[in-house]
């Protein structure tokens, strides 16, 4: 995710991390001020092999999702 926003701002920008507790879960909010991604495509981003850069893999967010839904029923 700091790697994606990073090439989302190559001429710099702002990241930030804010967490709180929501019942027995913890949220974790992203926030960026790079290029953004259009509204008709966000659903997609965390799809395996789908990405928006020219080099990219699509594996990167994908691969997040399916470790944090690991978490979250390991945890449950």
Known sequence: MIRNARDAMPDGGFLRFSAGQMGDYIELLVADNGV?????????IMELLYSTKARGIGLGLAITRAILEKIMVAYA
Do not use: F, N, W
């Not at 953004?36 to 997609?44: F, R």
């Open 36 to 44: 953004g991604i259009s509204p008709e495509k966000v659903h997609l």
